[in-house]
Each structure stands twice: as structure tokens, then as C-alpha cells.
């Protein structure tokens, strides 16, 4: 690790670019770019875009920078920053990640999702992987400590073979259930998706248009190549549970805490609740971001880098696909043109 | 007070021998066999029993105490010569129907079949049509449904503890006739028996499996039940023995080792700001208590008063259905499929060839 101070840049100065954290209690861990920015030594924002002339100087006066613009191309010009965020609406992700590549950005930070419609995906794949950028997009459970102690468990064979694994929440696909399923795969070690069944609702939704505007909630059950199955219920409050032959671990209250069981027996079948270090708040945010620069100098892949990100954007848009195809399928079938707006 | 005469169908391990496998067991009071359910109920003599193997009746006799005489191998002579009131049969799923229908039809006024319920949905509806034209009270082997712990859990539910129940999850459903139809059972129990809508799902073996419409062993299922007031139970396939969750809007309950052990969470504030899912008071699991007993004294109580048993004709039937639809579900390449089915006529039917039954503890 370099003592060197890289020069981020944010488009979208507005939630999570700068204010999230005014809705968050008092003492959470910086949460949007700017603030985990702020705390690491290794970050420095220095310019902002936004469309907006009311946002920019918001967030001028809220964190001192100056070097603002309208045109988030003009300030990657001007700036040649290190580190582009990109913290728009969904609808913009794709085309923006695939300017700010284009545009010779060395690292790439994308809110979630990264597209609309796997065409989209397939123009950032291409944009950002020909280029061998270090991406992360904003799956910030993949830079959580908690999430990362659970994967550690099941990487040490804590639980035994991975044979299933669950997400438990409500949730639409493109704002939600790329999060669960990118945990999911995250805490797997990332396998491939082979198959998909999945249902959006309310059932009626039809997407005979190729098109919805609206992002549906839906369910899914998957098997990945590694023989692991993920399925997800849609209720409770977003926990991940890894269950093995072995044990199981489960996250609880979304990485507040971790519920490890062990095989007391032989067969595997008597399981018993075992103890488990308590996890410290930090910046997830901060993480990723910090992944990104680790991953730069390192020259290796970002943990969320361009290649998972688009297997796991390909295999929620296939829930969609199944939906509308009344079948179970493999990612591959996903029409590449079909549209799911996502905020 | 009066005493029923009961008879077994099918005498071997679940019809009198299980026990000696379970001897121990936390999750299972004995008694546990049909036989030895009767033979530990007050209101109730067992008096014959029938299988087509000599030498297993011959063991069930000595255990308890059915004389040779009343040892038959022909189940229609024991109801012609025994004046029974109850009859279990016990047997593999395939020849159940027929033998249930024909009890009803001779007299018999109540039975304890075993589960699961038949082979075939057309089978299954020409139970009920007996079962019911005749008046018969009716019990399904699906032991969970009587278990005093599932009866605590429901509570929890119908409390509204855990706010508006949203999803079961079943973590092993295993096969879908030996084990699923425990599984499904006791997720209908758990949501009050309301209608199942819809299946999602999937068998992980089923290939080579099936002959046109006959399902050549008992397939491994895993899946989505949609329930009519909005409830989805997740059948999973999981490493986990029987475990089930139950989450509602307000909170989640866990029934872990078969409801050998509990984590009943509320929501809750866990520091200014945050709300989470925190263990909460208020869950003491009863003293456990014999399943099988528990039903057969359900069936007593039945023909004591002619009020309904927990697990008539039509909420068998409705699990069992669920049973068809994971299967149909699955042939038609994972869709999800609408209840009631159309196609009834699909069998299972094995090339089974029958254990012997372990004799001692």
C-alpha cells in the first residue's frame, strides 16, 4: 500500500454522492462517497459534477469543493482524476461507466445497478473489462466486514460443503435483488449462475413490451456450477444465510450480527448455535473504495470488478426472463434488449 | 368409558417397530408406532393386525400380544371376523387407497393411514369419496400436526407475535412422498390450512424417473407453495435436518432441530435509529408429548363425539395435492402450476422391495 492520496471525482452530487448520511443515526460509518472520502487518507475528492446548479453549490458548501461542473466529461478533462464515481440515476449508470472509460478514468466506482438491460451490461463489460479497470458498483455488503467474517467461516470449511444458500427479504430486481444475489455470490466466492426460475409480482406484470418502467419485486431460486443452490424469500429483513453440510452462518439484521451453527454429531444433522466475535461498524464505502485503489496499484481485479458485475446483472434480469417465459433457464436466454428501469 | 377395537395394516416398521430405532431420541416420545400407540392408549385394544409377511406378523403378535388367530393375511377377512372400530394401515403409499376405501366400505369408523396418502391424486379423491359417504374418521401419519412444539409455534403465529405471517421456510423437504408430505403438512398447519393456490418446483433425481405417467420411485422436490392469503412456504433442500422459520412483518421465529430448540426474534430497537431483529422473551415450548399418541387419542375423541379430527379426509387430500403439484410443477420445466390440478392420474409406483424391520432396540 502506497502513501499516495488519489483524486476522486463524483457524478451525481446528490444522495449518495453527498447527503445519505443526514438520514442515517448519528453514529453510522460514513456512507456516501464524500463522507468516505472524507475519513480515508488514501482518498481526496476534488471535483463533482451534477446537472443541477442548486446541488453544486450544496455541495460546495457542505465540502468545500470548488472545482465543479455541469458536464461530467468536461471535468474529466479539466480534472484527470484518479477515481470517477458515479452516483447518478440507474438509467445513466451504463452509458456514464462507459464514457468514464472511455474517457482513460484508471479507476471506476458505479452505484448499482450498472444497467437496464444486459445490452447495457455488455457495453460496459466491454468498455470497462477491454481495459482492465478496476470497477466496483455500490453492492456494499461485498466491502462489509460482517459478510466478510461469514464468507471467512465458510471458506474455512466452518459449515462444511456449501450446499445452499438464502436471502430473506421483499425486494424488487434491479434496486434490490442485485444486492442479494451479489451477496450471495460474494459469500459463495463468487461461482457461476447455471440456471434461473424466477416470478415477478404481482404475477400480471407483463413484459410483452420487452419493457417495464417500473422495477418489479420479484423471487428467484438458482443453481450455481459449484452444485450450491440460492434461493430467495421474500420476507423478513434483509439476512443471508450460507447452510453447508457441516453448519450453517447466517447474517443477521443486515451485518449486525452473525449466527454461526455447528455439527455436533457425525451426520451433520444435530446442529448447535456456536460463538462468534462481535463485529465493529465501519465504512463499507469506504472499503470499496479503498478496494479500488488496492486493486490499482496491486494490478489485480476489484472485488466487485466488471466480470461479476455483469454475470450477476445478467442472472437478476434472467428472473425477469423466466417470468415472461413461465420456465426455469439459463442466463444465456435473457433477451438482451429487454428494459427494466431501475432508480 | 368405552374402548375401541383397533387392528394394523401393514406390520412392520412404522407399524409397529420404529420405536426400536428412536430409543433415546429427544425429538421422539414413544410411543411412536401405530401399534404402540394403541397399545399405550387406555381407549384403545389392539386386538389383530394383517400383513401379507408371516414371519414379521409372527414378531408383531409377540410384541403385542395378538394371538395367531387373530394374525390374518388377508386385511378383508381381519374386518370381516374382528368388529373393529379403528383401523391403521400402515402399509407402503401404493396399496393404501384400495385398502382404505375398502375398510370404509365395510364398516370400519375410523382409520390411521400412514402417509403418504396414496400413490396417485385419483386415488387420493376416491379415498375421500369413501371416506366421507361412509361417514369415517380420518387421520394422516403426518405426526408434526399433533406435536405439542408445531402447536407452540402456531400459536406464536396465530398470536400475531410475530406480526402478519409473510413466509415459512422449510429447510430439508426431502422426498416428496416420505418426507415432503411431512414438510408440506406442516407448513399448511402452521398457516391454518388455508388453500394452497400455487406450486413452483423442482425434483433434483427425477431423471429416468418417470414411465408416461408412472413415477418410478419417490423423487427429491424442492420449491414455492403460494398460499391463498399471501403466504409463500420455501421448501428448501438444505443440509439441515426438519427446521422451519416462520417470519412475519413484525417479527421471526425459528423451530431448529425439529423444535428441539427455538429463536423466536421481534422487532426491536436495537440503538437510536436502527431497528432490528433482536431475541425476544416469550416462548416456552410444552413438555413434550407422544405425536402419535396425540392423533390416535384425536380419533378417539372423534367417535366419542363426531366432532372432526385434525387431519380429516380433505386437508390430507390438500397436502397430498401439493405432493402432485411439485411433480407437475416440475414436468413442466419449473412453471408454476395452479391448484386444483387437472391431471390426477399420474402414480407413483416402485419396484419396492419390503425391509425387514429392526426387531430389537
Known amino acids: 500500500m502506497s502513501d499516495k492520496q488519489y483524486r476522486v471525482a463524483i457524478v451525481g452530487l446528490g444522495r449518495m454522492g453527498s447527503t445519505i448520511d443526514d438520514e442515517l443515526p448519528a453514529d453510522s460509518p460514513p456512507y456516501s462517497v464524500s463522507a468516505a472520502c472524507a475519513a480515508s487518507d488514501r482518498l481526496q475528492v476534488v471535483a463533482g459534477a451534477d446537472i443541477d446548479a442548486a446541488k453544486r453549490a450544496a455541495y460546495a458548501e457542505r465540502w468545500g469543493v470548488t472545482a465543479l461542473y455541469d458536464d461530467y466529461l468536461e471535468m474529466i478533462r479539466q480534472e484527470s482524476p484518479d477515481l470517477v464515481a458515479i452516483c447518478t440515476k440507474g438509467v445513466l449508470h451504463a452509458e456514464m461507466s462507459v464514457a468514464v472509460a472511455e474517457a482513460g478514468v484508471p479507476m471506476i466506482f458505479c452505484e448499482k445497478a450498472i444497467a437496464c438491460s444486459l445490452a447495457e451490461a455488455d457495453a460496459v463489460l466491454d468498455a470497462v473489462g477491454s481495459r482492465n479497470i478496476p470497477y466496483n458498483t455500490g453492492v456494499l455488503r461485498r466491502f462489509n466486514q460482517g459478510f466478510h467474517q461469514a464468507r471467512k467461516f465458510i471458506e474455512e470449511g466452518a459449515i462444511g460443503d456449501p450446499k445452499c444458500a438464502v436471502h430473506y427479504a421483499p425486494t424488487n430486481l434491479l434496486h434490490g435483488h442485485i444486492h442479494s444475489l451479489d451477496t450471495l455470490s460474494f459469500l459463495l466466492g463468487d461461482p457461476r449462475i447455471v440456471d434461473v426460475w424466477g416470478e415477478l409480482h404481482p404475477r400480471e406484470l407483463s413484459l410483452a413490451d420487452n419493457r417495464l418502467d417500473k422495477d418489479p419485486n420479484g423471487i428467484y431460486h438458482m443453481n450455481a456450477d459449484n452444485g450450491v443452490q440460492l434461493y430467495s424469500v421474500a420476507a423478513g429483513g434483509w439476512e443471508f444465510e450460507v447452510l453447508g453440510t457441516r453448519g450453517s452462518v447466517r447474517v443477521l439484521n443486515n451485518g449486525g450480527g452473525l449466527h454461526l451453527r455447528q455439527a455436533q454429531d457425525e451426520r451433520g444433522r444435530k446442529v448447535e448455535t456456536v460463538g462468534t466475535p462481535p463485529l465493529t461498524p465501519h465504512s463499507t464505502t469506504q472499503a470499496c473504495l479503498e478496494d479500488l485503489v488496492d486493486a490499482h496499484e496491486q494490478d489485480r481485479p476489484a472485488l466487485g470488478n466488471i466480470q461479476v458485475t455483469h454475470h450477476i446483472t445478467q442472472a437478476v434480469l434472467a428472473i425477469a426472463e423466466s417470468h415472461r417465459q413461465g420456465r426455469r433457464l439459463t442466463p444465456a436466454e435473457v433477451d438482451r434488449e429487454m428494459y427494466i428501469f431501475h432508480v | ?361
Open chain 2, 1 to 361: 368409558m368405552k374402548t375401541y377395537r383397533a387392528a394394523v395394516i401393514g406390520c412392520s416398521r412404522m407399524g409397529g417397530f420404529i420405536d426400536n430405532e428412536v430409543v433415546g431420541a429427544p425429538k421422539h416420545v414413544p410411543p411412536y408406532s401405530h401399534a404402540a400407540g394403541f397399545y399405550a392408549c387406555p381407549r384403545t385394544d389392539l386386538v389383530a393386525c394383517a400383513d401379507v409377511r408371516t414371519d414379521v406378523m409372527e414378531r408383531f403378535g409377540e410384541r403385542y400380544d395378538i394371538p395367531k388367530e387373530r394374525q390374518y393375511t388377508d386385511y378383508r377377512a381381519m374386518i370381516a371376523n374382528e368388529n373393529l372400530d379403528i383401523v391403521s394401515v400402515a402399509t407402503q403409499p401404493e396399496p393404501r387407497a384400495e385398502i382404505v376405501i375398502y375398510a370404509a366400505d365395510h364398516g370400519i369408523k375410523a382409520i390411521y393411514a400412514e402417509k403418504a396418502m396414496a400413490a396417485s391424486l385419483a386415488e387420493a379423491d376416491a379415498m375421500v369419496e369413501a371416506l366421507e359417504r361412509n361417514d369415517v374418521f380420518f387421520n394422516l401419519g403426518t405426526n408434526r400436526r399433533w406435536n405439542p412444539n408445531y402447536d407452540a409455534m402456531k400459536a406464536v403465529i396465530d398470536s400475531g407475535q410475530l406480526g402478519e405471517l409473510k413466509s415459512l421456510v422449510l429447510y430439508n423437504n426431502g422426498t416428496m412422498f416420505n418426507t415432503g408430505s411431512h414438510t408440506i403438512d406442516l407448513v399448511m398447519r402452521l398457516n391454518s390450512d388455508v388453500p394452497v393456490v400455487g406450486v413452483q418446483a423442482y425434483l433434483t433425481n427425477a431423471e429416468g424417473m418417470f414411465d408416461g405417467d408412472i413415477l418410478m420411485d419417490d423423487p427429491v422436490g424442492a420449491g414455492t407453495i403460494f398460499f391463498e392469503n399471501g403466504v409463500t412456504a420455501s421448501m428448501l433442500l438444505t443440509p439441515r435436518g426438519l427446521e422451519v422459520d416462520a417470519i412475519g412483518t413484525e417479527g421471526a421465529l425459528s423451530a431448529f432441530n425439529d423444535a428441539q430448540e427455538w429463536l423466536l426474534r421481534t422487532r426491536q430497537i436495537s440503538s437510536p435509529g436502527r431497528t432490528s431483529l433482536l431475541p425476544a422473551e416469550g416462548f416456552q415450548p410444552p413438555e413434550p408429548a407422544s405425536s402419535t399418541l396425540l392423533l390416535i387419542e384425536d380419533l378417539v375423541h372423534s367417535l366419542d363425539t363426531g366432532e372432526p379430527s385434525r387431519c380429516g379426509p380433505r386437508v390430507a387430500l390438500a397436502s397430498t395435492e401439493v405432493i402432485f403439484a411439485f411433480i407437475e410443477s416440475h414436468r413442466q420445466g419449473g412453471a408454476r402450476v395452479e391448484l386444483p390440478l387437472v391431471k390426477r392420474d399420474l402414480r407413483m409406483q416402485r419396484n419396492h422391495t419390503p425391509k425387514t424391520p429392526k426387531y430389537t432396540a
